[in-house]
C-alpha cells in the first residue's frame, strides 16, 4: 500500500504544478513535472509442484518514474524519482511463506520487502555567460563516443549519467568541457522487469575535451578520460578516487564542411590499459587499444552519398566490468543495420579486432518524397572470442537497400538485406535475409491505418553447440479513427532456439492488443494484453536482450 500512496502523491504533486511564488533564486521559475506509471500483470508459465492448476507464480509488477525540472533561463534544478513494487509474488506452503521473485537484491535496503523506492537523478545547473556548471547526475559523449559516450539510451532500457561535476566554458571559437564523478546506472527499469535489484557499483569516470573551431577551415578537437573500475566488491564511490587508475583513453577529432563538396570527419582513439584484469589477469597479455572512425559526405545532383569506415581494436576490454551493469562507457560508431542485429551478430557489432566500411547512396526524387538508397557493408571481424559461435575469423558482407515514401496523406517505409557472415574455415557461413516494412494510409470512416512489419530468415554455419536454422517474424496493425484514439494488434512469431520465450497462442505464436488514448495534448493512458516475444535489440552501438512479456500492462504517462 505504501508504495501505491508514493506514486498517487507523486501525480498530485505533478497536478499542482505551475510556477513557483515567493523570494530567492528560484522565485517565478517554471515547473514541469513528467510522471510514467505502469502496472503489469505477468503470467507465468512455470508451475509449482502439486499446484499444477494453478497459476501460482503469476504477479504484478507496478512502476513508477517521476520527473521534476525548475527552470529559469540560467537556473535549473532536477530530480528523478523511481519506484517499483511487487503484488501477489507470494504464497503459503506447509505453514510457509514463500515468494516466487525477489524484488530486492542482497545489496539493496528498503523498509519494504517487496517494494522499493530511490532518488535516481539529481542536478542543480547554472549558466553565466561564458560558463555552464552542473552539480549532480549529467551525460556527456566526446566526439562520436570512442573515448566517451555516456548517454540516455531509452530505446532499449539504459540509463546511466556520471554522479558529479560537469561543466563548459566557451569562447567565440573555442569550447571546453569537465566532467568527473561516479556512474549511476539506473537501477529501476521502467520498460521491462524488475527482479533482484542491486545496489550501484561505483566506476570513476573524469576527462576533459577541447574543442576549437575553423583552425583553416577545419574543426578539431582533444579529449582524455581516466577511468577506474569497482570489481564488485561493493566499495563505496570515494575509494574509486583513491584507486589506481584502470584505464586512459584519450583521442582527437577533426571535421571539415565542402572540402572540393564533401564534408569529412575522421576521428582516433588510444586505450591505455593499467591492469592485468582485463585480460584475465595475464600481465603478458596486456597491451593498449586503438579505434579508428572516418565519413565523408557529398552530394552530387539528385544523390546523397555516404562513405564510412572503422577500424577497433581492443577497444571493449574498458566496457567488461560496466557490461556486468548493463550498460557501456564506450561505444563507437557501429556501421551496423542495428534493427536486424541477433545474438550471433552482436558479437561483431561488439568485436574487440574489426575493420571494415560502408558505403549508402540515396536518391532524392519527386521533390525529396520518394528517397530509394542503397547500402553496402563490408567488415573482417577477427576475434573469436567467448562472445562468437565462430572459432575463426568471417568476412561480412551486408547489401541493404530500401525506399522512403513520405507524401501528404501516405507514407511508405521498406527496407531489404542479405547478411553473409564467411568462415575462414570449411564451416560455411551465417546467411540472414531480412525484410521490415511501415504503410500508413488513409482509410475513410477509419482514419489512418498503419502496418510495420519486420521478418527475418536465419542459416546458420557449423558451430560447437549446433543452434537450427530459425524465422522470426513481427507484425502490428493500427487503425487511428481520429486524433485521440489508436487501436493495434500486435503478432509475433519465433523458432529462434536462443530465445527464452514462449507464446501464448502456441510455443511459437505471440499476439496482443493495445489500445491508447491521448487524454490530452501531454497525457497518454495505454492498455494492453497479450505477449511478445524476447530478443535482443541494439541501439547507438549498445546491444541488450530484452526478455518477453505475457500478461496485462496499464500505463499512464503525462507532462504537468
Known sequence: MTSWLIALGALASANAAGTLDGEGAFAGANVQVDNDFEARYYQVDEVLEGFEDRAIHNYVEQVNRLNLLVSKPRLSFGMQIDQVAFYANRYILDDELYRSYELLGDTVTSPWTDAFANIEKLYFKKKMNKVEFQLGDSYGAFARGMALNMARNTDIDIDTSLRGVRSVARGSDWQFTLMSGVTNPQQVSQDNPNKNIEGDRYHMVSGGRFERSDVAG???????????????????????????????????????????????????????????????????????????????????????????????YNTEQVNQYAALQGYELVAGPSLEYERVITEDSSAALNSDDIWGARARVDFSLKEGLLTPYVSLAAFKDLDTGVLHFNEVPETIIHPVVGVEYFGHVAHVVLNSGLRNDIREDDTGQDTQAHIDTSIMLPAGALGEVELAVAAERFLWGENLIQQHDFTEVEAAFSILPNESWVFTVFQDYSDNPLVASTGNVSENVYMAGEAQYTVTSDTTLKLFYGAYKAGIRCAGGQCKSLPGFKGGRVALAGQF
Not at 582524455?224 to 583513491?242: K, N, S
Open 218 to 312: 577545419v574543426d578539431l578537437g582533444i579529449h582524455a578520460v581516466m577511468m577506474t573500475f569497482d570489481r564488485q566488491d561493493g566499495t563505496g564511490p570515494a575509494e574509486r578516487f583513491g584507486s589506481s587508475l584502470d584505464v586512459l583513453t584519450t583521442g582527437a577529432s577533426a571535421e571539415a564542411f565542402g572540402v572540393a563538396g564533401i564534408d569529412l570527419y575522421a576521428e582516433g582513439a588510444l586505450y591505455d590499459y593499467r591492469s592485468a584484469d582485463f585480460f584475465d589477469g595475464d600481465e603478458d597479455a596486456v597491451e593498449p587499444g586503438y579505434g579508428l572512425y572516418f565519413s565523408a559526405g557529398a552530394y552530387p545532383g539528385i544523390m546523397a552519398v555516404l562513405i564510412e569506415g572503422k577500424r577497433y
